[in-house]
């Protein structure tokens, strides 16, 4: 655990029941300073947004299913269970990130645009795994690349203003990345599968991966599962066992 009083984490005790209300206190410099685990950074965000975090899934889950009360049977190839989630990932997404938001959009369009338009074809798969590889570099902060991607850079000075904290968001879009690039590659190449089997692949839609990749609950730290199990699971909810 890092020590609270500490600017960087230069010292750690091992404090195994961190959750307890009376947390232990350590001495440093002459003053007896609460142990708090901050050296995860994970876990203290969910620590610190715990209550915040409770409310919002109780929210959505109640959303959720009175949207799914009123309308249960999908309409023009559209499945509600996919639509709510839909919109309510990319609301949250966009709230998470804010102007950044447009970074995590653009690779899922090209992740889809790959799809569309190689679908079928063998050269699909080299494709996707070179996107991913795109998108981790780009998302890695040691390298160059990282610092090219921004509003200032591709369309000047007078976007240099979304570049900056305000209209960030609460959280910077490339830690996000790792697990949408999980969601997109099983999005692509259970679309590829699907149609290589003759099988329908009308639910392979932007929307339909967008409900995917943006599912708030398991957005910024999973779980996650392959695209065509979420989507069986929209269109026909299985009874709750917990």
């Not at 780009?138 to 610092?147: C, E, F, S, V």
């Not at 900056?164 to 968001?169: E, L, M, V």
């Not at 026909?236 to 066992?241: I, L, N, Y």
Request: positive net charge; proline residues 6%.
């Amino acid at each position: 655990l890092c020590l609270a009083s500490m600017d960087k984490c230069m010292y750690y005790v091992s404090l195994r029941r961190a959750w307890l209300p009376f947390r232990p206190y350590f001495q440093a410099g002459g003053k007896w300073i609460p142990a708090l685990d901050n050296a995860d950074i994970q876990w203290r965000e969910f620590r610190e947004a715990l209550l915040e975090l409770l409310a919002v899934a109780v929210g959505l889950s109640l959303l959720v299913r009175l949207v799914l009360r009123t309308w249960s049977k999908p309409r023009a190839g559209v499945v509600p269970g996919s639509l709510i989630r839909c919109i309510l990932g990319v609301l949250f997404v966009s709230y998470l990130h804010g102007a950044g938001a447009v970074f995590p959009f653009l690779i899922v369009l090209s992740f889809f645009t790959a799809g569309h338009f190689l679908l079928g074809r063998k050269i699909l798969v080299p494709i996707v795994w070179s996107l991913t590889l795109a998108a981790i570099v780009a998302k890695d902060d040691r390298l160059p690349l990282r610092h090219a991607i921004r509003f200032g850079h591709f369309f000047g000075e007078s976007f240099a203003f979304l570049d900056r904290d305000p209209f960030q968001g609460l959280y910077d879009w490339p830690n996000s990345v790792n697990l949408m690039l999980l969601r997109l590659v099983s999005f692509v190449l259970d679309w590829q599968n699907s149609f290589l089997a003759a099988r329908c692949v009308k639910r392979y839609t932007l929307m339909n991966c967008m409900s995917h990749v943006f599912y708030p609950p398991t957005f910024l730290a999973g779980p996650t599962i392959s695209f065509d199990d979420f989507m069986d699971q929209c269109e026909q909810p299985r009874p709750s066992k917990t």
